[in-house]
């Protein structure tokens, strides 16, 4: 995919460009960067299916921010949720930090590599349908490992489970996002111990 070479929020976003710009007192619109980079990243993914900040939406943040664009790319640069590249139409993201690989995350990530053909994090299948990124930690460590596709996380991740997922993503299905065994929410595995009754007043 080719870096386009203009770029201008459609009606869509720019009815959600109004409304973020608004919660900030005038003057100080340039705290607005995050949610402006976040909606403009989410057009590029809606007309291409490639969720990526090329370098023409950033400047347009900026312009419209009233900011420089290097102050713009620093943020973009920043955050792992923001993509400076193409990304496939799944965007793999197997976070790495302490809970999830002791629970396995390193498992994760090989079927990943495995069920997808990519190499390395920072790659795009030869599909386009996947690209695979390593992150820091996704705030669900009592479910780990977790794995982020897009903006669903998939708990309790095995290798199995992570060939049964990409497998119905591909066919064109939306699985079910949250614990993949069977626990409900973050409660143990096998159910609830606790206040399994409730006392009689």
Not at 76 to 102: D, R
Not at 116 to 138: H, M, P, Q, R
Not at 178 to 195: C, D, F, I, V, Y
Request: with cysteine.
């Amino acid at each position: 995919m080719t870096e386009p070479t203009a770029f201008s929020f459609d009606a869509e976003s720019q009815a959600l460009v109004d409304g973020a710009i608004a919660k900030y007192p005038p003057g100080k619109q340039a705290s607005a960067v995050l949610p402006l980079l976040d909606i403009a990243q989410r057009q590029i993914g809606r007309l291409t299916g490639s969720a990526w900040l090329p370098t023409v939406a950033m400047d347009e943040v900026g312009r419209v921010l009233d900011m420089p664009n290097i102050r713009v790319y620093e943020v973009a640069t920043f955050y792992l949720m923001f993509n400076i590249k193409p990304v496939g139409h799944f965007h793999l993201q197997v976070c790495g930090t302490t809970p999830c690989w002791l629970r396995g995350s390193d498992e994760v990530a090989r079927a990943c590599r495995e069920f997808t053909g990519i190499k390395g994090y920072g790659e795009t299948s030869a599909d386009g349908y996947f690209t695979l990124s390593e992150v820091e930690c996704l705030g669900a460590c009592v479910n780990a490992p977790v794995l982020q596709v897009n903006d669903d996380y998939y708990e309790d991740m095995n290798a199995p489970r992570v060939a049964e997922l990409l497998t119905a993503l591909k066919r064109g299905e939306h699985p079910l996002r949250g614990p993949m065994n069977g626990r409900q929410n973050s409660a143990p595995e096998g159910g609830p111990a606790t206040l399994l009754t409730i006392p009689a007043e």
